[in-house]
T-cell receptor, first 115, second 114 residues
Framework: DTGVSQNPRHKITKRGQNVTFRCDPI?????LYWYRQTLGQGPEFLTY????????KSRLLSDRFSAERPKGSFSTLEIQRTEQGDSAMYLC?????????????FGPGTRLLVL | AQKITQTQPGMFVQEKEAVTLDCTYD???????LFWYKQPSSGEMIFLIY??????QNATEGRYSLNFQKARKSANLVISASQLGDSAMYFC???????????FGAGTTVTVRA
């Protein structure tokens, strides 16, 4: 399977702990995106990378959130000092180099529950 | 700023019938793309269909078709011959020539009845 993969699929943590999620995009895609989705809502954009460069960050991405894509391949999203409001589905997507209207393909997501 | 509006929170459809999901959008960009995604209860967002703002013909992909009315800024999804496996949440989304990120609507839940 050459689709987008995300690990872990589920994460339960206690408030105040740090968590890290990983995303492996489709291999030939140079753009990688992170979105957050809360229950009953559509996904909201967090940040995106073109190769290893982080080109845009949403104001939703507080200073407790950090994302990296060190070699332009996989990406990690870390949340420090988690809060109950961080409970959500975190979705990763990737797209190729065909311009802004290229299709984004999503991974299965990581469901985070902060107790 | 881009905005997507999906006004139908939930819909029921009989198996083998067609269903239309509404989507309106607002953007000041001339070049943009409209997308529909399906999200089953498992959570994965599955790409269904794409329509470019300069495409003159409505997009079709198997049982999915997009009714694109540019002047009305609407991009409704039509699912023909509904199947039980079509039961899911459906999201309309858009991106523009100036903005790589997708803006999503609130989604419509479709339940197919046998």
């Amino acid at each position: 399977d050459t689709g987008v993969s995300q690990n872990p699929r589920h994460k339960i943590t206690k408030r105040g702990q740090n968590v890290t999620f990983r995303c492996d995009p489709i291999s030939e895609h140079n753009r990688l995106y992170w979105y957050r989705q809360t229950l009953g809502q559509g996904p909201e954009f967090l940040t995106y990378f073109q190769n290893e460069a982080q080109l845009e960050k949403s104001r939703l991405l507080s200073d407790r959130f950090s994302a990296e894509r060190p070699k332009g391949s996989f990406s990690t999203l870390e949340i420090q000092r988690t809060e109950q409001g961080d409970s959500a589905m975190y979705l990763c997507a990737s797209s190729g180099g065909g311009g802004p209207q290229e299709t984004q393909y999503f991974g299965p997501g990581t469901r985070l529950l902060v107790l | 700023a881009q905005k997507i509006t999906q006004t139908q929170p939930g819909m029921f459809v009989q198996e083998k019938e067609a269903v239309t999901l509404d989507c309106t959008y607002d953007t000041s960009d001339q070049s943009y793309g409209l997308f529909w995604y399906k999200q089953p209860s498992s959570g994965e967002m599955i790409f269904l269909i794409y329509q470019g703002s300069y495409d003159e013909q409505n997009a079709t992909e198997g049982r999915y078709s997009l009714n694109f009315q540019k002047a009305r800024k609407s991009a409704n999804l039509v699912i023909s011959a509904s199947q039980l496996g079509d039961s899911a949440m459906y999201f309309c989304a858009m991106s523009s020539s100036n903005d790589y990120k997708l803006s999503f609507g609130a989604g419509t839940t479709v339940t197919v009845r046998a």
